[in-house]
């Protein structure tokens, strides 16, 4: 059984910083891609930043220059490095990993940036 697992969200004060980890477990080589997803209050769920199994990077804009993504293909981990946090990051940040076309999802972790 495929599962991923969430690490590291909390509360904090706008300015600082948070790593968010995710673990896959229930695989037997590595995902195609892994990663990172918001969805706050009233909002749909959306695209933080992914990282495929060659290393190809995708961030959505806000998080260009504050986030960083980064994966371990043989620990099947990957991490969000979240720098200058902004109220406007509050959320629940749910890791997502595809592996042989099917998708799968993290319980999700809530970030609660203060202002």
């Known amino acids: 059984q495929v599962q991923l697992v969430e690490s590291g969200g909390g509360l904090v004060q706008a300015g600082g910083s948070l790593r968010l980890s995710c673990a896959a477990s229930?695989?037997?080589?590595?995902?195609?891609?892994m990663g990172w997803y918001r969805q706050a209050p009233g909002k749909q769920r959306e695209l933080v930043a992914n990282?495929?199994?060659?290393?190809?990077?995708t961030y959505e804009d806000s998080a260009k220059g504050r986030f960083t993504i980064s994966r371990n293909n043989a620990k099947n981990t990957v991490a969000l490095q979240m720098n200058s946090l902004k109220p406007e990051d509050t959320a629940v940040y749910y890791c997502?990993?595809?592996?042989?076309?099917?998708?799968?999802w993290g319980k999700g972790t809530l970030v609660t940036v203060s202002s």
């Open positions: 997502k990993g595809t592996y042989y076309g099917t998708v799968y």
């Open positions: 229930g695989i037997i080589d590595s995902m195609y891609d």
């Open positions: 990282i495929q199994r060659s290393g190809i990077i």
